[in-house]
């Protein structure tokens, strides 16, 4: 079991996980509540991509090998931590 996140962009998510809905990370401006987009690379094929998308892998799958873009092991989404 990992809980290793990806950053992936529309393209690769839907690649990745035909008909899944997608982990979308709502960043929102605690001021007004709009909807910040954050830029990140996607760990599939390293363009930038604003989606917010995040697929779950195993860092030793993917290119990345959980050195690029953001990750989060443990707890994403859930508020705990393994
Ligand atoms: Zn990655
Ligand atoms: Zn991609």
Same mark, same amino acid.
């Given at each position: 079991?990992n809980?290793?996140?990806?950053?992936?962009?529309?393209?690769?998510?839907s690649?990745?996980?035909?008909?899944?809905?997608?982990?979308?990370? /709502?960043? %929102? +401006?605690?001021?007004?509540? !709009? &909807?910040?987009?954050?830029?990140?690379?996607? $760990?599939?094929?390293? /363009?930038? %991509? +604003?989606?917010?998308?995040? !697929? &779950?892998?195993?860092?030793?799958?993917?290119? $990345?090998?959980?050195?690029?873009?953001?990750?989060?092991?443990?707890?994403?989404?859930?508020?705990r931590?393994?």
């Open positions: 079991m809980r290793w996140v990806h950053p992936a962009c529309i393209d690769c998510f690649a990745l996980a035909p008909g899944r809905e997608p982990v979308v990370l /709502r960043v %929102t +401006d605690p001021r007004n509540g !709009a &909807r910040l987009r954050v830029r990140r690379t996607c $760990c599939f094929c390293s /363009r930038d %991509t +604003d989606a917010g998308i995040f !697929a &779950r892998r195993d860092p030793a799958t993917v290119g $990345c090998h959980g050195a690029l873009g953001y990750h989060a092991n443990g707890g994403f989404g859930t508020g931590r393994g």
